[in-house]
């Protein structure tokens, strides 16, 4: 009774008439899952506490076996303010949300991957580039899943003399299945960099700003990866791609 949990709102959804559903990443249980009872009420006093991509502390009873649990109480612990006062952040934040949501199966290591989130949104509340954010906190989520791009060596026949990424075949490839599948070359500094991307860690982001000036196509490759091997739709990354550019405007 009265279980205490730290947790990420990554996701938000209306449930019946007045109700919502928010979904946690906690270190502790993994994704769990509340029910907000009443919370879109004016009235409510959780509604103005239910904040997307808020760091909290969750007031439930814990029950074994169970992934949805009614909320009884919540307390804000950190908002991650700039995720709410700029568009680049926020709709960066939206994609990580998404990819913790999506991209966590069963036997997922929880604390690893609520390391990895929390880490995501501190690093976008600091003004860290978003680019590189979603590539780094994608690629290592692929690589956890066993479904990471392929940059030792040529996807299809394994050969370490690469020349070009196909995102159909999962990865670099050869000069010989490049030609066969008339695939064009890429600069030594797009394979370099690519491979940077997906063997990169958060932590070592300052490095990695250093050597990628933009990580957006190198995103565009795994999301497709994504896309054509798993079935995986990133709605907010298309979301993200589309908004961006007002950004600059
Ligand atoms: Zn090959």
Same mark, same amino acid.
């Given at each position: 009774m009265n279980d205490k949990v730290e947790g990420i709102i990554i996701k938000q959804s209306d449930y019946k008439d007045s109700s919502l559903l928010i979904t946690v990443m906690t270190k502790e249980y993994g994704k769990i899952t509340f029910v907000a009872t009443g919370a879109k009420k004016p009235t409510s006093k959780n509604a103005s506490r239910l904040i997307p991509y808020s760091l909290n502390e969750y007031l439930f009873d814990y029950k074994e076996g169970k992934s949805i649990f009614k909320l009884k109480n919540i307390s804000l612990?950190?908002?991650?303010?700039h995720l709410h006062e700029d568009i680049d952040a926020s709709l960066a934040s939206g994609v990580i949300g998404e990819l913790c949501d999506v991209m966590t199966y069963e036997d997922y290591d929880y604390e690893q991957v609520y390391q990895l989130i929390h880490d995501a949104y501190r690093y976008l509340n600091e003004g860290k580039r978003s680019d590189l954010v979603i590539g780094i906190t994608l690629s290592e989520l692929m690589k956890w899943n066993g %479904?990471?791009? *392929?940059?030792?060596?040529?996807? %299809?026949?394994? *050969?370490?003399n690469v020349i070009t990424i196909s995102a159909k075949d999962g990865g670099f490839l050869c000069k010989d299945c490049a030609t066969s599948l008339s695939i064009s070359p890429r600069s030594i500094t797009e394979l370099k960099e690519f491979r940077l991307l997906n063997k990169a860690q958060l932590e070592n982001y300052d490095v990695v700003e250093e050597l990628i000036e933009d990580a957006h196509p190198y995103v565009d490759i795994l999301v497709e990866i994504l896309r054509l091997h798993h079935g995986i739709e990133l709605n907010s990354y298309q979301v993200y791609k589309t908004l961006l550019p007002l950004k600059e405007a």
């Open positions: 612990i950190n908002l991650y303010r %479904i990471g791009a *392929n940059v030792d060596e040529c996807a %299809i026949c394994g *050969n370490k």
